[in-house]
């Protein structure tokens, strides 16, 4: 194993669905170079958003809603995605539709409608 790399145990479907991903990016770098590039780039993504807004949290995802928890607000917003793709939130804030496209679960979402 080259210096600072370390070997890590995935399970196969896993690794399956990463290596078609691989295959897909059309990419020049072999698997694990571009594995580690694309868990750091999610990694990232996943810092800034707790960075940006540290006091929210998904805290359900069942049907078409994103339930958010608001934890300096002290309340739960939904996020809901209508039959188009769109968002529609029970607050007013900017913020949590911001937040929701953000989320890997909104994926799930667009998967539910």
Do not use: C
């Amino acid at each position: 194993m080259p210096e600072g790399w370390k070997t890590i145990t995935i399970r196969e479907e896993v690794f399956d669905r990463i290596s078609k991903k691989h295959s897909e990016s059309k990419t020049s770098l072999k698997i694990s170079p571009w594995v580690s590039d694309y868990l750091a780039m999610n990694l990232e993504k996943d810092d800034l958003v707790h960075r940006y807004a540290p006091f929210l949290e998904v805290i359900g995802e069942p049907s078409n809603v994103l339930y958010i928890k608001d934890h300096k607000k002290g309340k739960i917003i939904e996020v809901r995605m209508n039959k188009t793709g769109e968002l529609k939130s029970t607050d007013e804030n900017p913020i949590y539709l911001q937040f929701a496209w953000a989320l890997p679960e909104l994926a799930k979402l667009k998967q539910k409608i």
